[in-house]
């Protein structure tokens, strides 16, 4: 859920990235995160569900979600606590 004109809004560094930049590192982000939680989860130590696919599940979970709360809800303050967590 992005909002353009909420994110065109928003004063932003000189060091933010061009748009076009988001489209091609995030999908490659998560493909790597997914790729990650299959190499624990194949893991030979990793029996069920283990304490790292817990940790790497309610990061993930934490990270799809903040889309939604900072462009969505446009809740800066939550957002940021999400991505202090």
Same mark, same amino acid.
């Given at each position: 859920?992005?909002?353009? %004109?909420?994110? !065109? /809004?928003?004063?932003?560094?000189?060091? $933010? #990235?061009?748009? *076009?930049?988001?489209?091609?590192?995030?999908?490659?982000?998560?493909?790597?995160?997914?790729?990650?939680?299959?190499? %624990?989860?194949? !893991? /030979?130590?990793?029996?069920?569900?283990? $304490? #790292?696919?817990? *940790?790497?599940?309610?990061?993930?979970?934490?990270?799809?979600?903040?889309?939604?709360?900072?462009?969505?809800?446009?809740?800066?303050?939550?957002?940021?606590?999400?991505?202090?967590?």
């Amino acid at each position: 859920m992005y909002n353009k %004109i909420y994110y !065109n /809004s928003l004063k932003k560094s000189p060091l $933010t #990235p061009p748009d *076009y930049v988001f489209g091609i590192v995030w999908p490659i982000l998560y493909v790597m995160m997914f790729v990650s939680a299959y190499l %624990i989860q194949s !893991n /030979s130590k990793c029996i069920g569900f283990c $304490t #790292p696919l817990v *940790y790497f599940t309610v990061q993930l979970l934490i990270n799809l979600s903040w889309t939604t709360v900072f462009f969505g809800l446009q809740m800066r303050r939550t957002a940021f606590i999400m991505i202090l967590l």
